[in-house]
Each structure stands twice: as structure tokens, then as C-alpha cells.
């Protein structure tokens, strides 16, 4: 019997269409070193820029319907300077983590060895943000008037639900309890304090079911001071959409950079596929040149393999790209030969 | 002939009422040793924990009002675990910035010698945060319905006004026209439309005025990543109130920590009093025991004086703070240690 899981690759802008082949190659080389009887069946989906340019659409009604028959979707980046900021976003990015569901945006934090910390004592970092990914600031509520006059006003609504802050709070203490059994959660109750209070006692009421878990609460604010003086105080950390969205960049770079952050979007009930990307952008500045660095992809790769249920497949990627790290000298090596470079390592 | 400038006096809670004296007491000192024919005058205002706890009351409308008639308020910090999270910080600090106008929260980020920073490759880091101070998601807008029921809903309304944006946005122009001509403003127009587009928009009108100055956007996301692997780059940042809470205390952090983090806010129409006070809380679990680093109150006694146009005096305690920071070697001093050395170093 194999296991077929389909998926929908969706490259995009920019540096996707450079990493993405590269995590899927490291992806598809690893299930056959795995000897495990799984095999992926690819659906390109054309979304991005230049589809816009000459179509105007971004994924339409029928694309998001048809992405929901896949297993899972790997994704590259999506924005280009062309573009209105804002389109791409909504229309794409935004557009499936809403349409399915996309609950737990999950973004691991990990300073490997060999890799270089812009912090002078980094220490032992090895922490994963549950970041919201379907409310808070993101919904697009809002709007203005008197537009592009000096009496202009312009709001954004920051829209949170029980069901909506439970479902990433549960999924925190799951893996908390998995973990290291530290939860921090994160926000700025002082100030906003009808979502802060919500997030509050969602956290104390769902924290009631996991008395293992020690749970800390840090503002955002004080959360990104520690982030770069003592972020091995983290095991689990979650947080708002907006929140985190700013905290897991930053927790990139305190990693060594974004150009090796891996994030699934998770749908956690099931109800239609999650979605894995690198943290990073499309990265116009130095898109087709060959010389972005594919590990977020190939990392995402992994974590996509672990969300299909291939642990071994998850865990020799993971231990493949470790080991790569550790040796990188700083010789230059282009986006494939980066991949080829994990690809031979896996065993 | 004196210049008297009377002076709202505001310690509030834990080490407030520990480095405001040093902040005077330097402030004073300085005055003296240039000098100008100045005086302060102080009145004390209580705000904070005991007297909540003692008569529920924050700062009255009254006092509001009457803190109009000084020329300044020089403020400690604010804020207890007894209390419940948003009392004090909305009744006392939110209630000031907005009533008075505090259009703009003016926050220098220096690296000074002899500071040790938590990156490894710091570089010069000499830049300004104007963060806008009285709207954004700080108004307190918003509410909840079925509140702590699986249904409820609670809102933040982020508040944006040309009005509002364009005060904060033509005072960091000022400031980097003086400067090194260098403006970054940061949002994150690519999911916030409504309001980051009116800051697009205003930042587009305001700068017509300043061809000189060079103007740069950055996502929030990437100033986060930018502040630890570049800070260099920085001159004047300006930014809406949340993302200017987030990037200050994180900039606090690269160049040494809130301990010497100073700030203003500034009503930049002159229709009320401007406040000064350090970027740190009130640290309940170090208060009481003399071991709270006074130099963020005394620059921001450097800070107002400089905003009173006593230039001299407020250059003297920068001097004096600088080489005081330049000699430490990790001595141990108490607060009023710290305060009577620098003041010691004036002239
Ligand atoms: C591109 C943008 C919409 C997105 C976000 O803000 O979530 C990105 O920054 C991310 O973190 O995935
Ligand atoms: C105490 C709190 C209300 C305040 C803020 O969020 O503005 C503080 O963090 C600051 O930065 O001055």
C-alpha cells in the first residue's frame, strides 16, 4: 500500500519560486530514503503577482473550494513592490489562513549549532510561538472616512472570539505539556484590556485542564526585551495574531535570521489542509539570482511531513539540515546547491 | 530676574519614588552649577497603588486640570500587582497623554560608551522614536459582549487620524531635518490598510515640505529584525502608538536596557504641559531597596529641562551621565549613589 497525500505547491513571488523546488526536493528524497511507502502528488497553484498583474485576481472563491481537497499546501511567498501593499496579503496569504481555518500559525525557534546569534550570549535558544492566525487585527475590520482629507479618520478592528483565542491557547498548552511544560502568554492587557482580559482568563480557564503547565504572563513589550536577553526563559509562547507576527521575526533574527524559520498554518479541527511556509517574504531585492537561502522551506518541508503523520521523514530532515549548519563555512553555495547539500545528508 | 518653572511632581509606585529624587536632585544641581537664573518649583501629586487601594481613585478630572497650570510634570512610574491590570495604567498614565495632548512620545535610543549592549556587533546607535501618543489602539475603544462565556467577542479599536498622525509625523520630520536627515516610518500598511495607508498618505503630504530628508518605510516586523541586526541604520523612527510601545522598549534593550531609557510627552501645540519620565515601570520586585538604576529619570530631567530651553543645563547632565556611564565597572552603588555621582560630575 502507498500513501498518497496530496499537495498543493503554491511557489509565489519573488525567492518562493527559488526555495520552494528545494523543499520539496529535500521533502521527496527524504520519504525514499525513509523507505516509508508515501508519495506526494503535486498541484501547482498559480498565485502572486504576476498573475494579478495580468488577471487582476488574486486565489479566487473556487481556488480557495479546490484547496480543500488537498492534504496539505506548501507554500513559498507571496508580495513583490509592483504590487499595492495590501493585495497580495489579503488576497492570498490572509485569504487561506481565514477561508481555512488556519487557527495555529506555529512558528518554531531554534539557534542551531553552527549558526551565528546577533546576540553577544545567546545561550541555549529552543522555544515555538503559537501565534492566532485567524483574528485580532488581521480580520480587515475597519475602514475610513473623510479619506484623504485633513479630517480623515481611519480605524482597524482587532476582532477576538472565545472560540477563536481557546483554540490557539489549547493547542499551547498541548504542546507545552509535550515540552517543557512553560507556557509564556503574551499581550498588553494593561492597555488593551477587552482582548487582553478575554486572552486572560481563556488562558486561566483552559490552563485549569493542564496543572503541569507553568504559566507566566509577559506584555509585549517586555516579552521583546527578554527576547534579546534571555529568550532560553521560553518553551511555549502564545500570543495574538499581530503580537506574533512581530515577536516570531523577532525571534528569527535572534536565531540567525529568517532565512532559516519554517512556520505551518495549522487548521486544528480538521476541517481543511494547513499550510507550510518559510517565515520570510518574496524578497525582490535578491529574487532569481539564486542565492536565497532555502532552508525555511526545507525546514517547513519538515514540519509539513510531521503534520501528515511522517515523523521519520520530519526527523531526518530536521537532522539532515542540523548537520549542514553546523558545517556551513561560509562558502557561497546557490539556493539548489544549498538543497543538494541537505538532500545528500539524509540517511 | 528668575525663571520660574513650577513642576508637577508625580514618584507614583515602587521605584518611582526612588529615582524621581535622584532626577531632581541632579536637575537641580545643574541649574545651579550653570548658572541660569532658573528655579523649579515642585508641587506633589499623589497617584498610584496606596491611594487607589485607599480611596479608588486614580487622577481625578480636578487634578487633570489643575496639572495644566504647571509647566511640566515630572513623573516616576506606575503601576502595582494589587491593583488590576489597566486601573492605573488607564486611569493614571493613559489618562494624562491623552487629556493633555501628548501628541508626541519622544524616545532617544543611545548606545553610550561603556554600555554594554546584548548584541555582539552593536555598531553607533544614536536615534529617536516618535511614537504617537494619544490614538491608535491605546484609546480604549472597543468592549465585549457574552463576556466570559464560549461566545463572547471583544474588540480594540485602533483609532487613526490624519489629525493625530500628522502632529507626531511633522515632529519627527522636524526632528530629522535637524538631525541626519534620515526618517523610517513603520507600520504595517500590508495588513492594516485603513490606517496604514493614512500613514502613507500623511508621511507622503508632510514630507513635500522636507525634500531633504530621506524617507523609508519598514513592516513592523522587519524594524523588529532590523534592531538587532542593524540599528545602525536608524535616525528618526516614527511610528503609531502600539508599535511605538513594542520598538522602544526593544531599542531600550540593544543599547543597555530600560534602566537608562528616558522619554517625553510631548504637547508639541503648547496648550498643556509636557511629561517627562523613564521608559521603565515601576519594578514592584526591586522597589524599596535602593538598587534601582536612577539614570532614566535623570536624563529625562535632561530631557525637560531641554524642552524649558535651559539648552546648557540639559547638555550638562548628558555629559555628566555619559561619563558617568563611561567609568562604571559593575561597582555596586545605590540608588542615591548613582544620583549623587553624576551629579558630582557636573559643571
Ligand atoms: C505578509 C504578511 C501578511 C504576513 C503577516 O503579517 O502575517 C507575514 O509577515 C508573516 O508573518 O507571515
Ligand atoms: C504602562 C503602559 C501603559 C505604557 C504604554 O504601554 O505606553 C508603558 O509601557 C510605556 O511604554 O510607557
Same sequence: chains 1, 2.
Avoid at 492570498?92 to 506555529?106: D, E, P, Q, T, Y
Avoid at 498588553?188 to 485542564?209: P, S, T
Avoid at 535570521?257 to 531585492?285: C, Q, W, Y
Amino acid at each position: 500500500m502507498t500513501m498518497k497525500f496530496s499537495i498543493a505547491v503554491m511557489p509565489g513571488d519573488g525567492i518562493g519560486n527559488e526555495v520552494v523546488p528545494e523543499g520539496l526536493k529535500v521533502l521527496n528524497r527524504a520519504i525514499e530514503v525513509s523507505g516509508e511507502p508515501a508519495e506526494l502528488e503535486l498541484t501547482d497553484y498559480d498565485v502572486g503577482a504576476s498573475r494579478w498583474h495580468e488577471t487582476g485576481e488574486t486565489i479566487t472563491d473556487e481556488e480557495l473550494e479546490s484547496l480543500r481537497k488537498h492534504d496539505a499546501i506548501f507554500f513559498g511567498a507571496c508580495g513583490d513592490p509592483s504590487v499595492p501593499s495590501g493585495v497580495l496579503e489579503r488576497g492570498v496569504i490572509l485569504k487561506m489562513r481565514f477561508g481555512l481555518s488556519h487557527a495555529v500559525n506555529l512558528r518554531p525557534s531554534k539557534l542551531f549549532s553552527g549558526v551565528t546569534s546577533p546576540l553577544a550570549n545567546p545561550g541555549k535558544i529552543d522555544f515555538v510561538v503559537v501565534r492566532e492566525g485567524t483574528e485580532g487585527s488581521y480580520t480587515g475590520m475597519g475602514g475610513s472616512v473623510r479619506t484623504d482629507t485633513p479630517y480623515e479618520v481611519a480605524t482597524e478592528v482587532s476582532v477576538n472570539t472565545w472560540y477563536g483565542v481557546e483554540r490557539a491557547v489549547r493547542d499551547a498548552f498541548e504542546r507545552a505539556q509535550a515540552r517543557n511544560k512553560k507556557l509564556t502568554y503574551v499581550h498588553k492587557h494593561n492597555v488593551m484590556v477587552h482582548a487582553g482580559h478575554l486572552w486572560r482568563r481563556v488562558v486561566e480557564k483552559v490552563g485549569a485542564e493542564y496543572p503541569e503547565v507553568a504559566v507566566n504572563y509577559e506584555h509585549t513589550d517586555a516579552c521583546t526585551i527578554f527576547m534579546v536577553t534571555d529568550p532560553s526563559r521560553y518553551d511555549v509562547i502564545v500570543t495574538d495574531n499581530l503580537f506574533g507576527d512581530i515577536l516570531t521575526d523577532l525571534a528569527a533574527a535572534v536565531t540567525g535570521g529568517i532565512g532559516l524559520a519554517a512556520s505551518g498554518n495549522l487548521n486544528v479541527e480538521g476541517t481543511a489542509p494547513s499550510l507550510f511556509e518559510p517565515i520570510h517574504g518574496s524578497a525582490p531585492d535578491i529574487a532569481g539570482q539564486q542565492i536565497a537561502d532555502p532552508t525555511a522551506s526545507i525546514l517547513s518541508g519538515a514540519l509539513m511531513a510531521s503534520h501528515l503523520g511522517l515523523e521519520v521523514v520530519a526527523k531526518s530532515i530536521e537532522t539532515a539540515v542540523e548537520s549542514d549548519l553546523a558545517d556551513r563555512d561560509g562558502t557561497k553555495r546557490s539556493t539548489a546547491e544549498v538543497g543538494d547539500a541537505i538532500a545528500a545528508r539524509l540517511s
